[in-house]
C-alpha cells in the first residue's frame, strides 16, 4: 500500500495558507486605505464588463490570468526540490 502521509500533510498545509489568504483578503479590503485595499482587483484592464438593459455580464480574464500566473510562480518556487 503506498504512503500517502506526505501528500496529506502537504494538502493541510495548502488548506491552512488558503484560510489565511482568505482572511487577508477580506481584512485587506476593511482597511481604510485609498480605495478599497484590493479594490483594484477585478477592476484591470482586459476585464469584461457589459451591461445592457436587463442583461449584466462580467467576467474578470486579466484578473484571472494575473491570479494564475501569481499561483503558478508561487507553486514552482515553493515546491521546487
Known amino acids: ?3 500517502f502521509s506526505g501528500l496529506g500533510k502537504l494538502i493541510i498545509v495548502m488548506g ?3 484560510v ?3 482572511l487577508l483578503i477580506s481584512l ?3 482597511l481604510p486605505s485609498e480605495g478599497n485595499g484590493l479594490g483594484w ?3 484591470l484592464p482586459g476585464d469584461l464588463f457589459i451591461k445592457r438593459d ?3 455580464f462580467y467576467f474578470p480574464l486579466t484578473t484571472s490570468i494575473i ?3 501569481v499561483g503558478s510562480l508561487l507553486l ?3 515546491m521546487k526540490r
Do not use: W
Open 1 to 3: 500500500m503506498p504512503d
Open 16 to 18: 491552512f495558507g488558503l
Open 20 to 22: 489565511i489568504l482568505g
Open 28 to 30: 485587506l479590503g476593511k
Open 41 to 43: 482587483l477585478g477592476k
Open 54 to 56: 436587463q442583461f449584466t
Open 67 to 69: 491570479i494564475s500566473i
Open 76 to 78: 514552482y518556487f515553493f
